[in-house]
C-alpha cells in the first residue's frame, strides 16, 4: 500500500468583502481573474503553482454552518518579499494612503530586513520585507 503524499497547494482566507479583498491583493500583484470580485469564490495561482484562495463567509456557511468568524488578534500572516526596501516604504504607503490599516510603519529590522505590517480587509496581517544587503 502506499502512503499518503499530501502537499502544500493553497492558503485560504475567508473574506466578508469578496470586492474588497480581491482589489486589495490586486494591487500586491496577485493575478484574480476578471469578475473575480462578484463570485463567492475567487483563486490566484501564485509563482511556483501555489494558489490563494478566497471565500466569503457565506460560502464557508453553506458547508459548515457552524463556522463563525474568530475574534481578536491573528495567528496568521501571509509574508511578501519586495524587490528592494524602498518598495516596502512604497508599498505599504500606497495601501495605507487608500484606507487599509497600517498595523507596523516600516523600519529596518534587526535580523536584516526592512519590513512592515498592513492589515487585509478581514484584518488578517501581510508581512511586507525585504533584505536591506543585496
Known amino acids: 500500500m502506499t502512503s499518503p503524499t499530501p502537499r502544500f497547494d493553497a492558503i485560504g482566507l475567508v473574506v466578508s468583502d ?27 495561482v501564485l509563482p511556483g503553482g ?9 460560502t464557508v456557511r453553506s458547508f459548515h454552518p457552524g463556522w463563525r468568524a474568530p475574534s481578536g488578534g491573528g495567528r496568521a500572516s501571509l509574508a511578501l518579499r519586495c524587490g528592494t526596501p524602498g ?3 512604497a508599498v505599504y504607503e500606497q495601501l495605507v494612503g487608500s484606507g487599509h490599516h ?9 535580523w536584516g ?11 488578517n ?10
Open 18 to 44: 469578496m470586492a474588497a479583498s480581491v482589489a486589495f491583493y490586486r494591487r500586491l500583484g496577485f493575478a484574480f481573474p476578471e469578475g473575480a470580485e462578484r463570485e463567492p469564490h475567487a483563486e490566484a
Open 113 to 123: 530586513q526592512r519590513y512592515a505590517v498592513v492589515h487585509d480587509p478581514d484584518g
Open 102 to 110: 497600517g498595523e507596523l510603519k516600516p523600519w529596518d529590522a534587526f
Open 50 to 58: 501555489l494558489r490563494l484562495l478566497l471565500d466569503t463567509e457565506d
Open 125 to 134: 496581517g501581510v508581512d511586507l520585507f525585504a533584505p536591506l544587503a543585496q
Open 87 to 89: 518598495e516596502v516604504d
